[in-house]
């Protein structure tokens, strides 16, 4: 979980962001962004980071249409005779994770994740089920900015060929009992066993935090 000054400063901000997408009152606009920039002068202390820095990403976040809601991460995995498709993510010093990313407006999860599955690795999957729906902050990932929904997929592939991108380096398969360092913003070993269970049995229901 969060650490609670987090906790707090995210719900400072989402009743910032939403008053401010929708107050028209010049006094409300003020009493709002004087809530967001407390906000971020909470979460520069606790992450000791610029405070300017913090204010300006919750700002971009302003807007008409910035109700305040969880960004969706998607994630896939293949198998291969117990093994596991990882990718090298190269802005988290060469670590490894499932192929995936943020979903984009008009996509569709399952689109989503085969889109960044290709645009990663060079393969091209089939989604084959939503193994898990999972809040972020409840599956032993590091403390982040923003809430987050991580959607995992199980998927096969279907073709393509291995290639790099500016994101991420090599691709390859990993035995589940020796997995290379994760990114574990991105993925943790658990998920990555939740998700082979899902493989082996696709009866299994999906799984999501209450």
């Not at 962004?33 to 820095?53: C, K």
């Not at 809040?135 to 923003?146: A, E, K, N, S, T």
């Not at 658990?190 to 082979?196: G, K, V, W």
Request: net charge negative; hydrophobic share 40%.
């Amino acid at each position: 979980m969060p650490p609670q000054w987090l906790e707090w400063a995210r719900r400072i901000q989402a009743l910032a962001q939403n008053g401010l997408a929708y107050t028209k009152n010049p006094f409300d606009i003020e009493r709002y962004t004087a809530l967001q920039d407390l906000a971020a002068e909470i979460i520069a202390s606790g992450a000791g980071e610029p405070v300017n820095l913090i204010r300006d990403l919750l700002r971009t976040e302003n807007g008409p249409a910035s109700y305040a809601t969880p960004k969706v991460d998607v994630r896939g995995a293949v198998f291969r005779e117990g093994k596991v498709l990882l990718v090298r993510e190269m802005l988290d010093e060469g670590r490894w994770t499932l192929p995936g990313g943020w979903m984009d407006a008009g996509d569709t999860p399952g689109g989503a994740v085969a889109r960044e599955f290709c645009e990663e690795t060079g393969y091209e999957v089939r989604v084959l089920k939503l193994a898990a729906a999972f809040d972020r902050d409840r599956h032993g990932h590091p403390p982040f900015l923003y809430a987050i929904l991580k959607l995992f997929f199980v998927c096969e592939l279907t073709g393509g060929e291995p290639r790099t991108s500016v994101e991420t380096g090599e691709s390859a398969f990993f035995d589940l009992d020796h997995l290379p360092e994760l990114s574990i913003g991105r993925v943790t070993s658990a998920e990555i066993n939740m998700l082979y269970r899902h493989a082996l049995d696709s009866a299994l229901p999906t799984e999501y935090d209450d």
